[in-house]
């Protein structure tokens, strides 16, 4: 097993984020809204993990934790677009850039993603135990997953 | 959940082993509530030179790129602080963390600066022009130089 897919098999989405953006970090000449957007991917990530290691009970459930873990990825997935996905900053045009070309042939269906997120976190920010924010967590990974695979290209 | 636990909980998480892991090379270890807030931090200085840059004519005045820069400045801010500003994260007590410890003795005043910052990114979502962005970068340099001054340690 790879460490990716050893990393994916561990944690699921959270995870994948987290070694794709640790990945794109390491490389100096990143283009300054492709590195933000890798930082919104990782905070996105943390969360992720923190949601993820209460329902797994890895964590002791903490109504405060999960409140404030759930807000800020609602709050992550509204962040404004505009300077983030820069159109000119498509895989292949910059360094470290995973994003497709379809995130400005469709920005609707872009911007749909991130609602699901959004509406999938914020559907767990007054979970009460960690078998609520277990029960959440499916529709959360299912967002993560379903944007990149419409998306996210390859690994550069 | 006290103090200890908690922390005990957070650096415990699958995914925060992970991201300390895959770290490594550039980051030392870094504890992963530390790593999260670096990432705020390096999303709200992206934003803040996307308006200095306008400001100061090295890029064109958009007023879209304003706005955006403006909310998700405002958006930083406003992050939730339970998941990252984690009791037990100051500096000394884990690795690559600056953060004072009068943030956790002082949380009234930490959540000020942070308001601060909120109310100077707001004052300049619609600004006209690039004259009107400059008018407002003091009150948004002065908000994270105040923060600094008050919460943030020397250089590690």
Not at 115 to 126: E, G, I, K, R, S
Request: aromatic share 6%.
């Amino acid at each position: 097993m790879d460490t990716f897919t050893k990393i994916t098999a561990i944690l699921g989405l959270g995870a994948a984020l987290v070694a794709t953006t640790v990945f794109a970090d390491s490389h100096a000449a990143e283009n300054p809204a492709v590195a933000a957007r890798h930082h919104q991917m990782q905070m996105v990530g943390y969360h992720i993990g923190v949601l993820g290691g209460i329902a797994k009970g890895e964590m002791e459930y903490d109504a405060e934790m999960v409140s404030a873990a759930a807000s800020n990825l609602a709050a992550l997935a509204r962040m404004e677009r505009a300077t983030l996905w820069v159109a000119g900053t498509e895989q292949g045009a910059v360094e470290g850039s995973r994003a497709k070309a379809e995130i400005w042939s469709d920005p609707d269906g872009f911007a749909k993603k991130f609602d699901d997120l959004a509406t999938a976190a914020t559907a767990l920010v007054d979970a009460g135990d960690a078998a609520a924010v277990g029960a959440g967590m499916g529709a959360l990974g299912g967002s993560c997953k379903a944007c990149h695979e419409a998306f996210r290209g390859p690994k550069n």
